[in-house]
């Protein structure tokens, strides 16, 4: 397997425009994941699905940020209108159960200038 | 809400040391501990997971031991190598199953 798919690995973007983050989770994993890093925050949780149904949202920063996942391949975080406190690294990941190792992507480097 | 530290926050230490990494966590309600490994750039890679019943896990060169109790737990790593260099982090599973994260130790291995 190809592990944990996100795209793109970097996005730079300026103030107020659209961002879409996307993400491809391993085959056979019921549980996805979005992560956000900051080095003044760390790793936050965004939001989390299991069996593509959203579980907890309580992350998400503001009603700017909205995650969907159509199917069991693929979710996507977007950001409308993008801040430069937005800036960050995001990653998804995923799990079989939320109980067992969790595997990452490599992360999408955001820029909002 | 669960809290989860390590100390210390940055390492150095000479090729071939034995070192251990610490982990305190405040809510002794988890479901399971894990660590990860970041290299810089890249995403978490999970090196070792230990559920609540157990006491320790090893991997190699890696061991990993679970105080439940007193909300601790440490990641030994043995005759330490410069590729071990990267940040370690370490993540509590509470009943929700969601995950906390510490704000890692990042290790510098000297060869």
């Known amino acids: 397997d190809a592990g944990v798919i996100q795209s793109p690995r970097h996005e730079v973007t300026e103030m107020g425009q659209e961002v879409t983050l996307r993400c491809k989770p391993i085959?056979?994993?019921?549980?996805l994941f979005w992560y956000r890093q900051t080095m003044m925050r760390g790793l936050e949780l965004l939001i989390y699905?299991?069996?593509?149904?959203?579980?907890?949202d309580s992350g998400m920063p503001e009603d700017r940020f909205s995650a969907k996942m159509p199917n069991a391949s693929f979710s996507t975080l977007k950001i409308q209108p993008s801040e430069p406190r937005d800036s960050a690294v995001y990653f998804c990941?995923?799990?079989?159960?939320?109980?067992?190792?969790?595997?990452f992507g490599s992360g999408t480097q955001l820029s909002v200038l | 809400k669960q809290e989860v530290t390590q100390i210390p926050a940055a390492l150095s230490v000479p090729e071939g040391e034995n070192l251990v990494l610490n982990c305190s966590f405040t809510?002794?309600?988890?479901?399971?501990l894990q660590w990860f490994r970041q290299d810089p750039g890249k995403g978490l890679t999970s090196l070792l997971l230990?559920?609540?019943?157990?006491r320790e896990q090893t991997s190699g060169r890696l061991n990993a031991s679970l105080d439940k109790s007193s909300g601790r737990s440490t990641l030994y790593i043995a005759a330490s190598q410069p590729g071990d260099s990267a940040t370690y982090l370490c993540?509590?599973?509470?009943?929700?199953?969601?995950?906390?994260f510490g704000s890692g130790t990042q290790l510098t291995v000297l060869p």
């Open positions: 230990i559920q609540s019943s157990q």
């Open positions: 809510d002794s309600a988890i479901y399971n």
């Open positions: 990941a995923s799990s079989p159960t939320p109980g067992e190792k969790l595997f």
């Open positions: 085959s056979g994993h019921d549980y």
């Open positions: 993540a509590v599973s509470g009943s929700a199953r969601q995950l906390t």
């Open positions: 699905f299991n069996n593509n149904v959203p579980i907890d």
